[in-house]
């Protein structure tokens, strides 16, 4: 069992520890325990429900009702609700998928992301639902406010949702771009590189994808053998800079292609001296701009 402290809980909800203690005194919201040294902190039970009030709130319901129902109640309300309208909120999916994470729900947490798929689509989802919640888990997970596994957990089935959505895609046709996807040594953080992925296939593209931990060493004969148009790599955790540049610039050396792509880490790549035909992409919406992807689509649905 996980113990959290108020502001813990506020980290994983968005609700001020300030307004948490409100309801707990005015609607008797949660029931904290208490520590020898009266401390107050709360168990994976207090923090899912917690996350199913809120949840709730973002579909019109009263908190003051809310706080008075059992967590059974409150549970069924969350799970039978399969409407999707203006008043649901990508916070409403975030809280849920965190919710079912951390208690390892596989089938409430499969549930909730269809539910997102269905309102938003996945390149959507992706990027007012997936990615903000990574990046909350990523900070509490590096706080130690969040166990490995439920870490594990809910990237794992993000990841198995992203390949099967790669996989329902057609193949490109072979006159057109391709790119090589890859995360080099010691780069684990797969998710942002699989959606690249999907973006690039959804565009018509052909793509080489390599995945994580590919040694820099190995990739020559790769290179070489496919000649890739566009090669694309996201550097996540700290490096020195100067190892980093010198990696790429080696790559260059054989390189023929067109462009070479360095997201992630902005600190990391932005002290780095790379060259000209390298660029940092800051976000998603730089690898649509690149690939055209609303022309594209535009262009697909008119035919």
Known sequence: MNLFSISQLAQFS????HTIRIWEQRYDALKPERSEGNTRYYDDKQLRRLLNIVSLMEQGHKVSQLCSMSDDT???????????????SEEYFINQLIAAGMSFDSGHFEHILSLS?????????????????????????????LPT?????????FHQKLSAAIDALPLADSDNKTWLLFLPENEFHELPLLYANFLIRLSGHKVIYLGSNVPIKSLESVVIDTRPDY????????????????????????FSGEKIYLAGNHKL????????????LSSVL??????????????????
Do not use: C
């Open 149 to 157: 596994t439920s870490e594990h957990f809910i990237s794992n089935i």
């Open 74 to 88: 409150l549970f069924s309300m969350i799970h039978d609700s399969g409407r999707i309208d203006s008043s649901d």
């Open 269 to 280: 790549i932005s002290s780095m001296k790379y060259p000209q035909n390298a660029e940092y």
């Open 231 to 254: 090669l694309l790599m996201f550097l996540i955790h700290f490096d020195l800079p100067e190892q980093i540049q010198k990696d790429i610039e080696g790559i260059n050396e054989y």
């Open 14 to 17: 968005g609700i001020k520890p």
């Open 117 to 145: 798929f269905s309102a938003y689509g996945i390149r959507d989802t992706y990027k007012t639902v997936i990615y903000p919640l990574m990046n909350r888990i990523g900070l509490l997970w590096a706080s130690d406010f």
């Open 286 to 303: 730089d690898i649509e701009r690149i690939l055209g992807l609303n022309e594209v689509l535009s262009n697909n649905l008119s035919r």
